[in-house]
């Protein structure tokens, strides 16, 4: 399904369940009511703001429908994010198979995800005009389990390229950094949302290690789909858009309805997310070999119509 992505990002609201509708209601003066979605059509809610209150009745409603409820740090990472427990009928199969996984498989996965990766951001490059060929030749490199770490070389050519020399990744700055830190975050819950609906364990990863991280399988899974992302803030700094605004927010949003190359033809991100994490759970109940990812390329031309979102 592909549903929408609810942001809520003035400051006091309260949040509560009616009738099959999320509604939004300003928490001060009059509590006038400010909109309401059907709960159904909700991909995710995105809570980015101080002063929002919300209803359990509201929340237990998202879990049993396995929509995420994100919530924002100042720097527009997700602080947290709440999942249903209980996201797919045959789940607990699939964990035992999630567990029962080996090292090799793992490792197998793991560069599969990697060469997708080096190959989108080839195709980032090459979509703003920079030569792809470094990345499409590491791309050609990868061994299982990334042990040469092909990944992070390609980051350190990749983010020079497209941004600039003077540009450094770093979740606690602004400007750009801060783009990305939203866009990321609105990929991680959609992909949240499909680890769940694959009856996948968010935490057993493939590579990611942080005993912090709850989400580590997410974090592997959502490695290529990033550079989107990525070209999208491209897109919003060549513009003037520097800082996350209402505009900015929405192109980044929008991403996730953006058309990718698939063995199908093109399919949008967040289905591209979907297929993913179910091939994944068709890998280990042994009833595929590998991965369903994107195909390299982007088959739209984003530039020409990302002002418009």
Known sequence: ??????????DKRHLFLHRGFMVVQASDGERKELGQVPIDDIAAVIANAHGISYTNSLLVALAERGTPFVMCGANHNAAGMLITVDGNYNQAKRFDAQIAATKPTHKRLWAEIVKSKLQQ??????????????LNALAQK??????????????????????GNDFRR???SGDMNALLNYGYTVVRACTARAVIAAGLHPTISLFHSNANNAMRLVDDLMEPFRPMIDLKVWQLVQ????????????????????????????????ACIQKLATS???????ERDK???????????????????
């Not at 399904?1 to 003035?10: K, L």
């Not at 951001?121 to 470094?134: D, I, K, R």
């Open 239 to 270: 513009h003037g858009e520097t800082d996350v605004t209402p505009s900015s927010k929405r192109a980044l949003v929008h991403v996730l309805y953006d058309d990718m190359q698939t063995n199908v033809g093109a399919t949008p991100v967040m």
């Open 142 to 163: 990868v061994k299982s389990g990334d042990p040469d770490n092909l990944e992070a070389q390609g980051a350190r050519k990749y983010w020079t390229m497209l941004f």
């Open 1 to 10: 399904m592909i549903g929408r992505i609810v942001e809520i990002a003035d």
């Open 291 to 309: 991965l369903d990812l994107p195909l390299q390329g982007l088959p739209l031309d984003l530039a020409s119509s990302f002002l418009d979102e």
């Open 121 to 134: 951001q080839a195709a980032v490059l090459e979509a703003v005009g920079q030569n792809a060929t470094p």
């Open 280 to 286: 994944l759970a068709q890998v280990y109940l042994g």
């Open 170 to 172: 770093d979740q606690n």
